[in-house]
């Protein structure tokens, strides 16, 4: 005869009861993350580290509960809802049942998200079709349609069994790589999702002195003093007005970085004075020009040598990625190895590790 089920009230006294998290009951729902084509591992770590996402199959997955933990992902451009359809064509949603499906799902989103305009990105967009479809759901979704900036952005493509179309829509009005603290923008600033992906790379300890030569708009600094603490954090750039950026974006990040007005390669600091040296150098177009680099980057590989500590580390991201090989291969100091390279706003630069020999 089996065994009737305890129940809780006849368990032992004293031992805990195992807490479940509620959220485990509640409906999971298909979500992908968007990212810069390069930092798909990074990506897939830090979901990793998202609980409760699950069946998790590249950067698609499922997650229960409310969509705010997603948006606190800092590798990512973009997180999407998605849910899949059994049509033929994207005409096919305009049938009265998948509208209503489609009206009900686009809702849900939109109640997290807060969007107050829809457009399509998928490719075809300005098709008959597509036009119907955002008349139809101008009008179901109360919410108007705006082809160049609408905040809700929704995305077609056939399902990756051939079975249908997916509909993905961006849980969020802006990407998340168009971090809030960015009130200052300058020609040559990082996209925040490779800031974040770099620092993870380089490694993040509590006890690194970290330098920033050559912070732009401060994205590398800001991005790791919002990761965790650290023994320093400094950051210095030629260039008055960046400098002045850098400091509007810290303070809208409500931190506390110190950036001055510098040439890295003349600080005046002892040597020795840092543990983890990031740089985003410049990539000899919007900053700079090639002429100019055949000088710096050596130059600064020598200097860099002399800041950083005896088990330090430099990270370097750059674009001119032959210039940079050709010297790293002309010196002894340092040896490196490729983090990764990223393809991001028509450029495709590489992060490189370097510790001293
Ligand atoms: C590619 S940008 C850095 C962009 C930055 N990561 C951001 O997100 O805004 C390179 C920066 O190097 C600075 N720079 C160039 N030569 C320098 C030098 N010798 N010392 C300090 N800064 C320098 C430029 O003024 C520019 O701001």
Redesign the pocket.
């Known amino acids: 005869m089996p065994r009737p089920a305890r129940s809780d009230r006849n368990a032992p006294k004293g031992r805990p009861r195992p807490k479940v998290d509620h959220r485990t009951r509640q409906p999971a729902r298909e979500y992908e993350l968007d990212v810069l084509a390069g930092l798909e591992d990074v990506a897939a770590t830090e979901l990793s580290g998202v609980p409760l996402a699950r069946d998790v199959r590249g950067l698609r997955f499922w997650f229960p509960g409310s969509p705010d933990r997603l948006t606190r992902m800092r590798s990512v451009v973009a997180v999407y809802r998605i849910q899949s359809w059994d049509v033929p064509r994207p005409r096919g949603l305009l049938g009265n049942q998948q509208l209503s499906e489609l009206t009900g799902y686009l809702r849900e989103v939109i109640e997290v998200g807060g969007h107050r305009s829809f457009r399509f990105g998928a490719a075809g967009k300005d098709s008959p079709v597509m036009q119907r479809l955002a008349e139809e759901l101008q009008g179901t979704l109360d919410l108007p349609h705006d082809p160049e900036a609408g905040e809700l952005l929704i995305r077609l493509r056939p399902s990756e069994d051939g079975q249908g179309w997916d509909v993905l829509a961006r849980i969020t009005p802006r990407p998340l790589s168009a971090r809030p603290w960015r009130v200052c923008n ?1 020609a ?3 996209n925040a999702t490779i ?1 974040y992906a770099a620092h993870k790379l380089a490694g993040q300890r509590d006890n690194d002195r970290i330098f920033n ?8 600094l800001i991005e790791r003093d919002l990761m965790g603490p650290s023994a320093a954090l400094v950051g ?4 008055p007005e ?1 400098v002045r950026c850098a400091q509007e974006n810290i303070r809208a990040a409500k931190r506390q970085i110190e950036v001055a007005q ?4 003349h600080t005046g600091l002892p040597a020795r004075s840092f543990d983890l040296i990031m740089a ?4 000899g177009d919007a ?2 020009s090639h002429g100019a680099n055949e000088t ?1 980057y050596p130059a600064f590989l020598t200097e860099m040598h002399r800041l950083t500590s005896q088990r330090g580390r430099l990270c370097v991201i750059t674009h001119e990625i032959r210039l940079f090989e050709r010297v790293l291969q002309n010196q002894q100091k340092w040896h490196a190895h490729e983090l990764f390279q990223v393809a991001s706003g028509g450029h495709h630069p590489k992060a490189y590790l370097l510790g001293k020999r």
């Open positions: 300058m040559g600033g990082l800031a030569p050559m912070s732009g708009s401060g994205t590398l210095v750039d030629v260039n960046a510098r040439d890295a390669l985003d150098l410049p990539w900053i700079s710096l």
